[in-house]
C-alpha cells in the first residue's frame, strides 16, 4: 500500500534561519507531488507541484523553494525564513486519473519567532 | 476567477441532530469536486470525489450531493467523532493537467454528546 511520510511534525525557528521540510512517498511510482500551505481560518493554498524528478512548478512567488532530487521524495526549503511563513505546511501526493484525490502527509507545523 | 466557499464557518451540533454543510462554487468546466476530512493537526483526508449534477456518494453518517452550482455533505445522526474540519476542493480545467485542487477554508463541524 502506498504512504506518504512527512516531518518534522513541528518546527519553531528564529527568523533569518534556513529551512527544510522532507516528504517521501511510498509504495508507488512518478507520482505527482506538491507542497500545500494552510493558514489559520483559510483554505489550503498550493505553493509547489512537481510531475517528476527536477520539474518543480511555483505557484506564488514567495520566499520558500521546492526540490524534487528523487523520484519519491520532495524537498520545501527557503535560505532565510520570515515570519509571514509560519504556517502548517502539508505535503501531498496523486497518481492516476483525475477522480483520485489527493493522499496527503500529517503536516509540519511551523512557527517562525 | 475560480472560487470555492464553504459555509457555515462553524457548526456546532448536538449528537444525532441530522444537518448539511454547503460547498458553493463558480468554476467553468468542473473537473471534479472533493470532499476532505481534516482533524486538528493533521493532514486532510479523502472523503470522496463528485463529477456530475445529480450525482451521490455516501460513507457511513455521510452523503455528499451536487448540483451545477453546490455541493452538499449531509451528516446523518452525527456522533462525537464526527468532529472535525470538512473541506470542499474543485478542480477546473486549468488544474487537470497538474491535478491541482482549489480548497475552501472549511466548515469546523463539533458534535457534543
Known amino acids: 500500500s502506498q504512504t506518504i511520510h512527512q516531518w518534522p511534525a513541528t518546527l519553531v525557528q528564529p527568523v533569518g534561519s534556513p529551512l527544510s521540510l522532507e516528504c517521501t512517498v511510498e509504495?508507488?511510482?512518478?507520482?505527482?507531488l506538491y507542497w500545500y500551505r494552510q493558514a489559520a481560518g483559510r483554505g489550503l493554498q498550493l505553493l509547489f507541484y512537481?510531475?517528476?524528478?527536477?520539474?518543480i512548478s511555483s505557484e506564488v512567488p514567495q520566499n520558500l523553494s521546492a526540490s524534487r532530487p528523487q523520484d519519491r521524495q520532495f524537498i520545501l526549503s527557503s535560505k532565510k525564513l520570515l515570519l509571514s511563513d509560519s504556517g502548517f505546511y502539508l505535503c501531498?501526493?496523486?497518481?492516476?486519473?483525475?477522480?483520485?484525490?489527493?493522499?496527503f502527509g500529517s503536516g509540519t507545523r511551523l512557527t517562525v519567532v | 476567477e475560480d472560487q470555492v466557499t464553504q459555509s457555515p464557518e462553524a457548526l456546532r451540533l448536538q449528537e444525532g441532530e441530522s444537518s448539511s454543510l454547503n460547498c458553493s462554487y463558480t468554476?467553468?468546466?468542473?473537473?471534479?469536486l472533493f470532499w476532505y476530512r481534516q482533524d486538528p493537526g493533521k493532514g486532510p483526508e479523502f472523503l470522496f470525489t463528485?463529477?456530475?449534477a445529480g450525482e451521490e456518494k455516501e460513507k457511513e453518517r455521510l452523503k455528499a450531493t451536487l448540483t451545477k452550482k453546490e455541493s452538499f455533505l449531509h451528516i446523518t445522526a452525527p456522533k462525537p467523532e464526527d468532529s472535525a474540519t470538512y473541506l470542499c476542493?474543485?478542480?477546473?480545467?486549468?488544474?487537470?493537467?497538474?491535478?491541482?485542487?482549489?480548497f475552501g477554508s472549511g466548515t469546523r463541524l463539533q458534535v457534543q454528546p
Open positions: 501531498a501526493w496523486s497518481w492516476g486519473p483525475d477522480n483520485y484525490g489527493y493522499t
Open positions: 509504495g508507488t511510482s512518478n507520482p505527482n
Open positions: 512537481s510531475v517528476g524528478i527536477g520539474q
Open positions: 468554476v467553468s468546466g468542473l473537473r471534479g
Open positions: 463528485l463529477y456530475s
Open positions: 476542493a474543485v478542480r477546473t480545467p486549468m488544474d487537470t493537467g497538474r491535478r491541482a485542487l482549489t
